[in-house]
């Protein structure tokens, strides 16, 4: 199956070369462009892509912005938020808004393209390392999000163990290590965390752990 992919940069080189890259696999196409986020939202309520690779700083309306109101409006598409530095402030809001992981935009395109069919397939993309010193930084900014802590009694222990590890950026198989479960059975209790909180992706999760306080900011060493 081929990924449809959504370029939203205000930049036109950064378009093209992202549109290089994206063309140049087999398995995966744009199918719309954009120069801002009103443009990107607009084009991919058009063409329903399963991936936006969205710019966070964009005229007229920002990334975070147009993420925000994709997501608010139900479209299934994913979005991957495209960044210069990998400890913007920006990019937690992001998260927060419902991106499904972030890029740096010096990324190597071969790790673009399989960024973009990892989102694609429902996962978050973001690596346990920069996932920790992201939320370890900016958790204290922003406020939780109102009745998460309600929201943690649907799920059982063992989901709280995993969603807590989940937190800590540990992999699948690192907390199937730890608990002394399979892999595949830490897979279904991930599922059944982001049901049960009806949370988009793993990132979401990390955002809600930190939310109800099962895992805090570490301060600078």
Do not use: C, W
């Amino acid at each position: 199956m081929t990924v449809r992919v959504v370029i939203a940069d205000d930049q036109d080189l950064i378009r093209a070369g992202l549109t290089m890259i994206i063309e140049a696999r087999t398995d995966l196409t744009v199918v719309g462009e954009a120069a801002d986020g009103i443009e990107a939202v607009a084009v991919a309520q058009r063409t329903r892509p399963d991936v936006v690779l969205m710019d966070v700083r964009m005229p007229r309306r920002d990334g975070i912005a147009a993420t925000r109101e994709l997501v608010g409006a139900g479209n299934p598409a994913r979005v991957l938020m495209l960044t210069t530095f990998d400890l913007d402030e920006h990019v937690y809001a992001a998260l927060r808004a419902g991106a499904s992981g972030f890029l740096l935009k010096d990324t190597r395109p071969a790790d673009l393209a399989e960024a973009v069919r990892v989102v694609a397939r429902g996962e978050a993309l973001l690596a346990p390392t920069v996932t920790r010193r992201l939320l370890d930084r900016f958790a204290d900014r922003l406020p939780g999000a109102p009745g998460s802590a309600g929201r943690l009694a649907a799920l059982t222990a063992r989901e709280v163990e995993v969603l807590t590890l989940t937190a800590r950026a540990l992999s699948n198989a690192e907390i199937a290590e730890r608990l002394y479960l399979s892999t595949a059975t830490v897979k279904t209790h991930v599922s059944a965390i982001l049901t049960k909180l009806g949370l988009r992706d793993r990132i979401q999760a990390v955002v809600f752990a930190y939310d109800v306080g099962l895992v805090r900011a570490e301060p600078p060493d």
